[in-house]
């Protein structure tokens, strides 16, 4: 479902055919869709989760960076913590040992190649190691050997909890001359060390980029939902945090500039109910914050489910009529001096206005509708068995 697919589904709604008398222009509808777009997504909004890295005795964090800048935080869903049983982890790889050799006959062209690589377990993915770099200089169509790719060690025994394992490793790739990491080809065993590369820098558009977070631990089973409070220093103030706050980088510690002043003035912030006895001792738990955004709906695609395609465009053309009814206030009822001719047009902006009043009334029917059925899903979310009372200690 892309926003030109809206556009024509609306103007069908609104009997306004393609043409030279369309009474809305584009922009006119682009900007009655994102209306309808952002009070639907009020009702239903999209939920996105990160994860964020713990930071040492802290209770209060920056709120999340949002998964993109067009679609900011609006407020905080829930947050486990904590996400991966403590020391079940893998380091990531070590500096790096690869081996690399520039060969003939591939796509790649002239510049300087960088590769990074990450194990991957049952739970996530590591880190990336540290940068290898080799300068590609014999022209077009060359590719590179990769060899001496680290293997995992075999597995991470944690007593009591469980036992973790490397399941393959995941090689990332600069464009050339680039700085920015992108997944090239995920190794799908912890034994194969060696690997040819020849994809062209095209083939990494769109690719991810290596997680800035280690969540190749092993998951807490049932997930531990904390208690949480926004815009609060709840349970902490700025002088009980370490060296002047977490405000800056997202799960960094060292105030932010701004803000100067106290946490919430300058970044909004949440803070997790926890004991002191609950409290990180470092910073290598994992935070999973779900937070609420705006839905996406353009050129490139739309987080907003098919079913739910019809209720924006019922929204969207509610809004449209009202705009459009602003101009239809212009009439007038003329009569001629002798009683004979009468011209009233006056009746035209209230039919438009009784309309617009009945397509918002139908749009606000069913957002409430379709917010009773999120409200009763988040009630009955069904739990795995009883938590025992120590279950964080266990």
């Not at 394992?165 to 997944?183: D, Q």
């Not at 004991?275 to 050129?299: I, M």
Request: proline fraction near 7%; charge should be negative.
């Amino acid at each position: 479902m892309l926003l030109s697919d809206i556009e024509g589904y609306v103007r069908q709604d609104l009997f306004d055919p393609a043409g030279s008398n369309q009474r809305w222009a584009n922009t006119d509808l682009d900007r009655a869709i994102d209306k309808a777009v952002e009070r639907y997504s009020q009702c239903y909004p999209n939920i996105v989760f990160v994860d964020m890295n713990t930071q040492p005795f802290q209770r209060t964090y920056p709120y999340p960076v949002p998964w993109d800048a067009s679609y900011p935080v609006w407020w905080i869903e829930r947050v486990l913590y904590p996400l991966q049983s403590y020391g079940s982890y893998f380091n990531p790889p070590a500096a790096p040992s690869l081996a690399l050799l520039v060969q003939a006959g591939g796509n790649l062209s002239v510049g300087t190649y960088g590769y990074a690589v990450t194990f991957l377990s049952q739970g996530g993915e590591t880190t990336p190691s540290s940068l290898a770099s080799i300068n590609q200089s014999n022209g077009l169509n060359a590719k590179i050997s990769i060899t001496n790719i680290p293997i995992g060690q075999n597995t991470v025994s944690t007593p009591g909890v469980a036992t973790n394992t490397v399941i393959g490793r995941n090689i990332y790739r600069t464009t050339a001359n680039g700085a920015t990491l992108y997944l090239l080809a995920t190794i799908a065993d912890n034994t194969t060390t060696s690997y040819t590369d020849g994809a062209p820098d095209a083939n990494l558009s769109g690719k991810p980029t290596p997680p800035a977070v280690n969540t190749s631990g092993v998951m807490v089973w049932p997930p531990y939902e904390r208690d949480f409070a926004e815009y609060s220093n709840l349970y902490d103030s700025t002088a009980a945090l370490a060296a002047g706050g977490n405000m800056g980088s997202m799960g960094a510690i060292g105030i932010g500039n701004p803000p100067t002043g106290d946490i919430g003035i300058g970044n909004p912030s949440f803070t997790i109910k926890l004991s002191s006895a609950e409290l990180p001792q470092d910073n290598t738990l994992v935070l999973r914050v779900f937070y609420a955004t705006k839905h996406q709906l353009d050129s490139n695609g739309s987080t907003i489910p098919d079913v739910h395609r019809d209720i924006i465009v019922l929204g969207a053309c509610a809004y449209a009529m009202e705009a459009y009814q602003i101009p239809t206030n212009d009439n007038f009822d003329f009569q001629d001096g002798a009683l004979r001719d009468r011209i009233d047009d006056t009746k035209i902006p209230v039919a438009w206005l009784t309309a617009a009043k009945n397509k918002m009334q139908q749009f606000e029917s069913m957002l409430e509708a379709i917010k009773e059925q999120r409200d009763f899903a988040s009630s009955s979310r069904v739990h795995w068995g009883d938590i025992a009372a120590r279950y964080p200690r266990l």
